[in-house]
């Protein structure tokens, strides 16, 4: 088991930033390919980004492309996404997912999830 805790969700204006976190507990946190979904509501969940087990390959929605940049400490268990330029139409759940085998954007393909943080962009 994989136990996926996210924070740094909040609320912020257009235009802002926000860092999310996604702490992992359990297995081995570098054998695991990461991934980042959201859900807005009304809608499916939908891929954002996701990172191989060495970081060395990442994968992004082209609606959050040259936006937001996810990236990953295997020393602190720890993989992140970093928001910028945010819009309204980012507001979502967003949900951190691993996978063992590799960063695809398929979420059926992840077998751990966390909790979800909210993350609202308002003025």
């Known amino acids: 088991q994989v136990q996926l805790v996210e924070s740094g969700g909040g609320l912020v204006q257009p235009g802002g930033s926000l860092r999310l976190s996604c702490a992992a507990s359990?297995?081995?946190?570098?054998?695991?390919?990461m991934g980042w979904f959201r859900q807005a509501p009304g809608k499916e969940r939908e891929f954002v980004a996701a990172i191989n087990r060495s970081g060395g390959f990442t994968n992004y929605a082209d609606s959050v492309k040259g936006r937001f940049t996810i990236s990953r400490d295997n020393a602190k268990n720890t993989v992140y996404l970093q928001m910028n330029s945010l819009k309204p139409e980012d507001t979502a759940v967003y949900y951190c997912a691993a996978d063992p085998l590799r960063a695809t954007r398929r979420a059926p393909d992840y077998a751990y999830w966390g909790q979800g943080t909210q993350v609202t962009v308002s003025s």
């Open positions: 359990g297995r081995t946190f570098s054998n695991y390919a």
